[in-house]
């Protein structure tokens, strides 16, 4: 892997994880700016071990970077200033993350951030739009996840470790920050989002690889699992549906207040995000039934109480907006009594004997008794949420279920693991189906795993040649100190 495709790897990294930046005015000498911390969003992304990137010590960061200064530009591009002290600060976390920087030149890490700002700055061009909600969102998740960490603790300290007025003033930057990775984000998977590789073209990819350089992966497992998940009795059922209809009642007669019965009483995590206001659109990533219920109401009316795989709900329209709805909600889950969940755990435990006595197999119980829909058909086998092939790398696997299935031999089942999940307590089964040890590329075994790599490389392709296009028709300045830099892209434009 050439040195450029380096610096992109360790930076995209980073792109998970905590990263220093600055939002700054355009000036053609100097720029005065503070530095805080942003990170990406972590609702769909793995944080194992981000925290310990997340709350770097105030003892290992440059005392000029907690507090005011004149900073030197290090290069324009469109309405995107870059500083020097961001190319430092790409380095200190790259450290922070433990990735060697021994082969990474400053000129490498001022082209990647190029890259970045000229993504951000094309999706303005292109009315591509992030709402204020899910930057918000993504505000108070990043924020929330600091205060957790033990370095930080309050808002106090957060405010002062980043040297900044206020809570307020602390937001607004950082709600800058994230609008433009999102910005930039979105602009990346507009211009590959219509690339297909054919059979013909991943045969002729793997095939002009010399067989000493085709790629390695490591240790993989195919794993299955049946799933039971304890069942609430009609009363309590009933006695959720009830007091849902209760607090319907009580707003639509009696004129309470919907956000504050969902502030006292919703069992919704995400409700302290955004003021519990949910933007959404007939294509945002909410379950069916809730979109449903969204859009089949008038701004201000409230829902009959519905079922989702989380629970019972009643769903409230704050704001219609053309397209988008700003809907608040109030989800209860009905008590899931003691003996349910021993007898789900009794439940599984007979089916586990049963395929050990050999009446039927894990792949039969599976699709007779799991409750699990995603897995039942294909015999509970799970599929790797990264690639949608049924091989988990060992290396890269979900640490919970790395925990779970490693202690498991030969056909072992393992005994009946109860977890929380989004959707409440479950019991499961697991079966390690086949493991495969570590070994070069393979054509036939590992055709998914080939594929993707050759799709990434006409992607880059692609994007190079978006990015050549892009920047002839883009202003970018590039600071005299860096002009002599051989960056992979054309941003001098010589």
Known sequence: ?????????????????????????????????TSIVATDDMASNDTTNVGEAAAVKQDSIPADTTREKIDGVASVVGDYVILESDIDKSFLDMKSQGVSTANISRCQVLGKLMEDKLYAHQAIQDSIVVSDGEINSTVDRQIEFLLSQPQIGSMEKLIAFYGKEDEQSFREELFNVVKSQQLSQRMQAKVVEGIEITPEEVRQWYTNIPEDERPVFGDEVEIAQIVKIPEPSKEEVEKTI??????????????????????????????????????ITKKSGFVQEFKDAAFSLKQGEISEPFKSEYGYHILYVEKIRGQERDVRHILLRPEISDKAIQETKEELDSIR?????????????????????????????LRNPQTFDTKFEL???????????????????????????????????????????????????????????????????????????????????????????DFANNWTKK
């Open 1 to 33: 892997m050439n040195k450029v495709l380096y610096v992109a790897g360790c930076m995209l990294m980073l792109a998970a994880t905590p990263i220093f930046a600055q939002e700054t005015t355009i000036d053609t000498t100097s720029v005065a700016t």
């Open 353 to 381: 004997s049963k395929i050990m006595e050999g009446k039927f197999t894990f792949s039969e119980a599976a699709r007779n008794f799991s409750d699990e829909k995603e897995t039942r058909f294909d015999g509970g086998v």
């Open 395 to 485: 290396t890269k696997m979900d640490p919970m279920l790395y925990s779970q299935i490693s202690p498991l031999d030969g056909d072992e089942i393992s005994q009946p693991l109860m977890e929380e999940t989004r959707t409440g307590i479950q019991y499961k089964l697991l079966k390690v189906i086949k493991r495969y040890k570590s070994h070069k590329a393979d054509y036939s075994q590992d055709y998914v795993k080939i594929k993707e790599l050759a799709l990434k490389e006409k992607q880059f392709k692609e994007i190079g040649e978006w990015m050549e296009e892009k920047i002839e028709d883009t202003y970018i300045n590039v600071a005299p100190d860096s002009k002599d830099c």
């Open 242 to 279: 009830n007091k849902l209809e209760e607090y319907k009642r009580d707003v639509e007669e009696n004129g309470s207040s919907f956000a504050i019965k969902q502030t006292l009483y919703s069992e919704d995590p995400g409700k302290s995000q955004n003021g519990g206001v949910y933007k």
